[in-house]
């Protein structure tokens, strides 16, 4: 290890605060943010840990873009534009400098993609496994945001893009057998989200409820459900499966209870559903309606002859 922590910001961060004045290049105590009139802050972190949300030989690129995209997706989910970010790296002495340039080079590449600048963060030793965690500022019109609360009976529950994809590669990862073709797409899902930005933006005014599915579509559904205090109806037949995941074995139930998708759940007065085609155009991915919000709590799901799932089988007794 040759980098010290001055050489590291100075170095290697410095370099993506460049082009948002109020990150003062990394060179002070704080970073200044101008909140424009008429909108609220929305912030979100999430942290990673070596051996338990990425593994010592995952390519560190992809973990940085993994780390952001997973706050992205929370900002999305709120219907939020990407403001800036920082970032807390818990250095062990064996991280070596290669992974992390590696590691800076997949923030800088993201960031690009996505307009957004490090504006701060601290870098610490550690005695114990390498720890990455990420805080990421948004903008939203006041009052504008997307909670997962809000969602009313009738309300249709939609979301965008493929279900199951990433649980499929988790699956496949772990040694079940599928056509070589089919591993690439399904893994490019699993190690590289996307969030959905335009969509959230889209979704602000229209959606009553939003979540982005990190933990599942039953699991992130029983939140809405929750913090909305409904019930809801969905259709096992109606779940999107991607051309690859569709007709390999436990597809459907990885669409149902597998995470790591980050598509946007969220519910549509049925009044707005002649908006649907618009909000994919606008989203730049499809939109499913997989079910209907209810009066009565808790969540059924229904097989393709409409019969109610015995909730063993939709995995939601994990939860
Ligand atoms: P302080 O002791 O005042 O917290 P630090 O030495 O921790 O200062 O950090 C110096 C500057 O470098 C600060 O502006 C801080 O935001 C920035 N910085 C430190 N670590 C990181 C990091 N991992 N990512 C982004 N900026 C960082
Ligand atoms: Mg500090």
Redesign the pocket.
């Known amino acids: 290890m040759t980098l010290g922590?001055?050489e590291f910001?100075e170095r290697l961060?410095r370099p993506?605060?460049q082009g948002f004045p109020g990150s003062?290049d990394?060179?002070?105590?704080?970073?200044l943010v101008d909140v424009p009139e008429g909108c609220q802050l929305v912030v979100a972190k999430d942290a990673i840990v070596e051996n338990v949300h990425f593994f010592s030989d995952d390519p560190p690129e992809q973990i940085a873009a993994k780390l952001l995209r997973v706050n992205l997706s929370d900002l999305a989910a709120m219907g939020a534009d990407p403001l800036a970010y920082?970032?807390?790296?818990a250095r062990p002495a064996s991280t070596s400098d290669q992974w992390l340039e590696a590691f800076v080079s997949g923030l800088a590449e993201d960031q690009n993609r996505f307009g957004i600048h490090?504006?701060?963060?601290?870098?610490v030793a550690t005695t114990g496994p390498l720890v990455l965690s990420l805080t990421i500022l948004g903008l939203v019109p006041r009052g504008a945001a997307l909670q997962r609360r809000g969602a009313r009976p009738g309300d249709l529950v939609c979301v965008s893009g493929t279900l199951g994809d990433a649980a499929m590669a988790l699956r496949i990862q772990r040694g079940l057998a599928v056509p070589e073709e089919m591993v690439p797409p399904l893994l490019a899902r699993y190690r590289m989200p996307v969030p959905r930005l335009a969509l959230g933006r889209a979704l602000r005014g229209l959606a009553t409820a939003a979540i982005d599915i990190s933990d599942g579509l039953v699991a992130d559904l029983a939140h809405i459900l929750e913090r909305s205090k409904v019930g809801a109806e969905i259709e096992m037949a109606n779940l999107p499966l991607s051309e690859a995941a569709r007709g390999l074995p436990g597809a459907r139930l990885s669409a149902l209870t597998g995470g790591d998708d980050y598509e946007l759940l969220f519910t549509l007065p049925p009044e707005h559903a002649q908006h649907l085609p618009a909000l994919a155009e606008r989203g730049g991915v499809a939109v499913s309606v997989i079910g209907r919000i209810t009066a009565e709590p808790g969540l059924r799901v229904l097989d393709a002859n409409g019969r109610p799932l015995a909730l063993e089988r939709t995995g939601y007794r994990h939860f």
């Open positions: 922590e001055f910001i961060l993506l605060a003062l990394l060179g002070d105590d704080a970073a920082l970032t807390m790296i490090l504006i701060g963060g601290d870098t």
